[in-house]
């Protein structure tokens, strides 16, 4: 006799709050449709700072989190810490009130299978939802390889041991699980990240947003060191400065631990009033200046992180029919393919002219949005995923 599909999941997340974090709403809402009982924790941040509510039938618990891991390693220590001893009561208080079959963790840290350890001799079982290689981004951030490196190389091993089940985000992270983590290939599964496009679309493009200029080009996404926001001024620079272009304004969305230096930054290179800081804006906003834009890009540095990394921006830009410049990276390839141009590796002045290039060329950019545009739909859109994840969790019946 088969056993009863498992329909109590726990999913615990550290680095975004929910329903801000796109990718762990839409899996929590798949399993729900599914017919799963699902009760998220995450932490209180982004504006989303209720500790406890129910959302759509989906219980979500929030949590304090005081200190940014940018703020360097000491940082990134109490970070962690503080969110794990909230998670940990957090957990203990779901299961002791109505309990759960599943822990779900989404990365980073990769701390959180030991809270799942704890419920294991009550039958729990271990998905492992791998959004970030953590030792790869420590030197992303950091630059070298210190003593907590190789404490998040121990981690990722844990994790990877105690996980009954294995989601990866692409191709290049699920490599990782299968040789770095010793893992099967039967219990790892890929599951992209990307938006459901009959709701993240094109809407009317305002063209009050482009201040009076004849072109906008438009950033989306976290501002931290890793992101290359400095490369994407100094290639405003080069157009502002050497190019002598003041008819395109750049706008900048999104925040994180390097916004304000960025706009000084930006004051430093003479580019300030060529180039807009939104900060973090409604997804309505955001729509209406994607929408508007007549380029978008993809800054971030090429480096091991990135170049094993899909990133929702490239997703997002491509589900309302952008065309992208980004630097050559293998994943960003793989997801954009001919909807973008690539840049040479960190160089400024070549993203630069990339972007030149397809300003002036309406009708190329035009087709390369279409080709986006149709990427999403027939091979990138959240429904593919959705089928990923609940095959994925099926294989959790078969597993002891």
């Not at 001893?85 to 759960?100: I, M, P, S």
Request: aromatic residues 10%; hydrophobic residues 40%.
């Amino acid at each position: 006799m088969s056993s009863k599909p498992r329909r109590r999941v726990l999913i615990i997340v550290e680095n975004l709050p929910v329903p801000f974090d796109r990718r762990v709403w839409l899996e929590a809402t798949t399993l729900r449709d599914a017919g799963y009982e699902v009760t998220v924790i995450c932490p209180q941040m982004k504006n989303y700072t209720t500790p406890h509510e129910v959302l759509e039938g989906i219980e979500i618990y929030r949590h304090p989190l005081p200190i940014e891991a940018e703020s360097g390693a000491l940082g990134f220590l109490v970070e962690y810490s503080i969110a794990f001893f909230w998670e940990f009561v957090l957990a203990w208080r779901v299961f002791l009130r109505k309990g759960f079959d599943i822990v779900h963790a989404c990365n980073p840290p990769d701390n959180i299978f030991l809270i799942a350890l704890t419920f294991r001799p009550f039958g729990v079982k271990f998905v492992f939802d791998q959004h970030d290689i953590n030792p790869e981004l420590y030197i992303a951030k950091y630059g070298k390889k210190g003593p907590l490196y190789y404490v998040l190389c121990a981690l990722e091993r844990l994790t990877f041991a105690a996980a009954h089940l294995v989601i990866s985000t692409n191709e290049s992270y699920r490599r990782i699980a299968l040789e770095r983590g010793k893992k099967r290939p039967d219990q790892v599964h890929i599951v992209r990240s990307a938006p459901d496009t009959t709701k993240f679309r094109p809407v009317e493009p305002d063209p009050a947003l482009k201040e009076g200029r004849s072109y906008m080009v438009a950033y989306v996404g976290v501002m931290g060191r890793q992101e290359g926001i400095d490369l994407l001024l100094e290639s405003v620079r080069t157009i502002v400065h050497e190019k002598r272009r003041t008819d395109i304004l750049f706008v900048l969305i999104g925040s994180g631990p390097e916004h304000a230096n960025m706009e000084r930054y930006a004051r430093e290179l003479g580019v300030a009033d060529h180039v807009r800081f939104t900060g973090r804006i409604p997804d309505a906003d955001l729509l209406r200046y994607l929408s508007t834009a007549d380029v978008c890009v993809n800054p971030d540095r090429v480096n091991e992180m990135n170049d094993k990394s899909t990133m929702n921006k490239i997703m997002e830009y491509m589900a309302v029919s952008k065309p992208i410049v980004q630097f050559e990276m293998t994943e960003g390839r793989f997801s954009a393919q001919e909807a973008s141009l690539y840049a040479k590796p960190n160089d400024p002045r070549d993203f630069a002219e990339k972007i030149l290039e397809l300003l002036a060329d309406p009708e190329r950019r035009a087709a390369m949005g279409a080709l986006g545009r149709q990427r999403m739909e027939t091979a990138l859109d959240w429904r593919y995923s959705r089928e990923a994840l609940l095959r994925a969790y099926r294989t959790l019946d078969e597993t002891k």
